[in-house]
Each structure stands twice: as C-alpha cells, then as structure tokens.
C-alpha cells in the first residue's frame, strides 16, 4: 500500500534560516504529492502540491519538487519566518483518502 | 465563508463510556472524511461519505466505531465503550465532490481524552 516517510521533529531554526523537510513515499503508479500544514490552534490546510514528476508546487516561498526517481517531494524555504511556526504534513492522496506522514514540528525563533 | 465546524473541541470521558463527535462541512459539500490522529502520529484515514452513504469504511478499527451522515450534511462519529487507546485527535474533512486527489478541507478537531 501506500506509505510516506517524513523527518522527525521537531526542527528548530533561526529566523532568516534556510529549511528542508524530507519527505520519501511508497506507492505504485504515479501518485500526486501534497504537503499540508497545521498552525496551533488550527485545522490542516493544504500548502501546495505537485502532480507528477518534476513539478514543483509552491506557495508562501515554500517549495517542493516531485522527484520521480528518488521517490521524495522534500520541502524548502530560502528564509524562514517565526510565523511559520507549525507541523507540517508530506501526504499522498489516494483514491479517496489520503495517507499522511507523521508530521515534522518546525519552531523558527526570532 | 465558513469553514469545517467540529464540535465538542475537546472531550474528556471514562473508559466504557458512549461519546459522539459532530462534525459540520462546508455548506454544498458533498464528500466528507473522517481522520484520527494519535499523539506523534499523522492522521489516519477513518471513513469517506459520499452524501448520505458511507463509500469506505475500511478505516474505521473496530465495530465499536460507528459513523452516520442521515442527511448529507452534518456527521456524527460515534464510539461505544471507549478505550483509552481512543484517546485522540478527530479530524474531519469535506469536499467538493469527492473526486480523487480533490482537496480537503479540514477541521480543528475534538481532542478526545479516555481516562
């Protein structure tokens, strides 16, 4: 079945910091990727996505490319911000359902 | 406009207790999930409503979990003789039409404690 791995947190950065998050997953066929993101207090909301190999989702000044042959859609942000500060999900969405990642906790500090 | 509404926000009970969980979608959606989401965990996929009936259910753990959706709109999770391994966060999520690889639109969650 379908499974993603994800870099356990949580990760604690500075602010103006350079970020990844790695994300690997398992599936067969050509899955859609997504990274979702949960700020305290709040429900998950999707952050971008990329439909197949070598997309690049963005959004917010993250970004992610789907990478076929290292099966990974790692996350990255050039310049983080302490209103970044969140968990942040890497998600293969199936035929209804969608298999999460554990989640990586990110504490950006000013 | 509003977004997914999950109420109680947190629910504390005892362990062979009844509890329900109400979860409200975006009005006009057709599609909602229901996730859980233990502590250092991902959310893990329950069950899919298309409408009134429940297209997949094969996340749901056991037959003590019991969802229903009698007029298409709101939801109700139910959970009989709770466990303390019940203990989590539920999720729920709705969308458009249920199309594979729509998005989903989540709630905050019930954070539900067993003791």
């Known amino acids: 079945g379908n499974s993603v791995t994800q870099m356990e947190g949580p990760v604690t950065l500075s602010e103006e910091a350079f970020l990844t998050i790695n994300c690997t997953y398992t599936a067969t066929g050509y899955p859609s990727l997504f990274w979702y993101v949960q700020y305290p207090g709040e429900g998950l909301q999707l952050l971008l996505k990329a439909t197949k190999a070598d997309d690049k989702g963005s959004n917010k000044g993250f970004e992610a490319t789907y990478r076929k042959e290292t099966t990974s859609f790692h996350l990255e942000k050039g310049s983080v911000q302490v209103s970044d500060s969140a968990v942040y999900f890497c998600a293969l969405p199936g035929y209804q359902k969608v298999t999460f990642g554990i989640g990586t906790k990110l504490q950006v500090i000013p | 406009g509003a977004g997914v509404s999950q109420t109680p926000s947190n629910k504390v009970t005892e362990k062979g207790k009844y509890v329900e969980l109400r979860c409200d979608p975006i009005?006009?959606?057709?599609?909602l999930y229901w996730y859980r989401q233990s502590l250092g965990q991902g959310p893990e996929f329950l069950i899919y409503?298309?409408?009134?009936?429940?297209?997949?259910d094969s996340g749901l753990p056991n037959d003590r979990f019991f969802a229903v959706r009698p007029e298409g709109s709101v939801s109700t999770l139910k959970i009989q003789r709770t466990e303390r391994g019940d203990s989590a966060v539920y999720l729920c999520?709705?969308?458009?039409?249920?199309?594979?690889?729509?998005?989903?639109?989540f709630g905050p969650g019930t954070r539900l404690l067993v003791l």
């Open positions: 999520a709705s969308s458009l039409t249920g199309r594979a690889l729509e998005t989903q639109y």
């Open positions: 009005s006009g959606h057709t599609a």
């Open positions: 409503f298309q409408g009134t009936g429940a297209a997949d």
